[in-house]
């Protein structure tokens, strides 16, 4: 039987994404990155908070003290799940073109993220350290990381949504840099790569906009092993949660939408879900 996606909350996001799941309290937070927002939603209450941020949201993830680390614009923030953001880490002061694109926190409680330039394709992946030191590791990024995420064999899994390209990239921790480029995953037919989540087999399920309408499942040598309808057209994030972590929880977006299109479709911009065989990976801390 084919799986079913159900929707669980009709947020309406213009541009959501960013998912995480905070398992102490049993929440989904995502963002919306047309704007300031970031939003909680209560998976046993259902209830819905939205807080603004300081600056447009580009990222999301937990941190050590409860809180989490957001991007925002050109800075890294801590933020006390309230009204407290503070800012750590300021991105590319030098390049005021320049801003975030997504990020993960990765197993040493470090913040990975990337950056690009309007109009040219740049971009770089940086890690910014619990005290706010960044580092670049690559200066050869895809121009639009929508996707980041580790794997247990230190691979990072980053796409270039314009390219059709999903890469894995293999750290050198000792050096702190990118020390070999893979790419698993290009021209698939299915829209276009958006954000990624890994299982503990080391598949990567990988979100597909700009209407794909459907999240795939990627073997760690680049086969697609499943493909699950969604929907909605612009799925754009994704994450594990529940208590044995078999539930993929997905955000989606109305930007490019018309009227009559989503007269036809309303909850396209909310958050679904899909129970699948195999647990995801938990998510680490920042700190």
Same mark, same amino acid.
Request: glycine share 12%; hydrophobic share 30%.
């Given at each position: 039987m084919d799986k079913q996606a159900e929707l669980v909350y009709d947020s309406k996001s213009v541009l959501g994404g960013g998912i995480i799941w905070e398992e102490w309290s049993n929440a989904l937070y995502w963002i919306d990155s047309a704007d300031k927002t970031v939003c909680s939603l209560d998976l046993e209450t259902r209830d819905r908070r939205c807080w603004t941020a300081p600056d447009v949201t580009r990222s999301i993830g937990l941190a050590n003290d409860g809180g989490a680390i957001v991007?925002?614009?050109?800075?890294?923030?801590?933020?006390?799940?309230?009204?407290?953001?503070?800012?750590?880490?300021?991105?590319?002061?030098?390049?005021?073109?320049?801003?975030?694109?997504?990020?993960?926190?990765?197993?040493?409680?470090?913040?990975?993220?990337?950056?690009?330039?309007?109009?040219?394709?740049?971009? #770089?992946?940086?890690?910014? @350290?619990?005290?706010?030191?960044?580092?670049?590791?690559?200066?050869?990024?895809?121009?639009?990381?929508?996707?980041?995420?580790?794997?247990?064999? #230190? @691979?990072?899994?980053?796409?270039?949504?314009?390219?059709?390209?999903?890469?894995?990239?293999?750290?050198?921790? @000792?050096?702190?840099?990118?020390?070999?480029?893979?790419?698993?995953?290009?021209?698939?037919? #299915?829209?276009?790569?958006?954000?990624?989540?890994?299982?503990?087999?080391?598949?990567?399920?990988?979100?597909?906009?700009?209407?794909?309408s459907c999240i795939v499942r990627i073997s760690p040598t680049g086969e697609v092993d499943q493909v699950i309808e969604l929907p909605c057209s612009n799925p754009t994030s994704c994450t594990f949660g529940g208590e044995d972590l078999k539930t993929l929880y997905i955000t989606s977006a109305r930007f490019t939408l018309d009227d009559d299109h989503l007269a036809q479709n309303p909850h396209e911009g909310g958050v679904f879900a899909v129970t699948v065989d195999v647990p995801g990976l938990p998510g680490h801390r920042f700190g």
């Open positions: 991007g925002t614009g050109k800075k890294i923030m801590l933020w006390d799940l309230e009204d407290e953001f503070t800012p750590i880490a300021e991105i590319e002061p030098e390049q005021p073109n320049s801003d975030l694109t997504a990020a993960v926190v990765c197993p040493d409680g470090c913040l990975l993220f990337g950056t690009k330039e309007p109009g040219n394709g740049a971009g #770089r992946l940086y890690r910014c @350290q619990p005290d706010g030191k960044l580092n670049c590791i690559s200066e050869e990024a895809p121009s639009q990381s929508t996707a980041l995420g580790w794997d247990a064999d #230190r @691979q990072v899994i980053a796409s270039d949504m314009f390219g059709n390209t999903l890469y894995s990239y293999l750290m050198d921790r @000792q050096v702190g840099r990118i020390a070999e480029t893979t790419v698993l995953l290009k021209g698939f037919s #299915r829209g276009l790569p958006g954000g990624s989540c890994l299982d503990t087999e080391g598949y990567i399920w990988n979100c597909r906009t700009s209407g794909g």
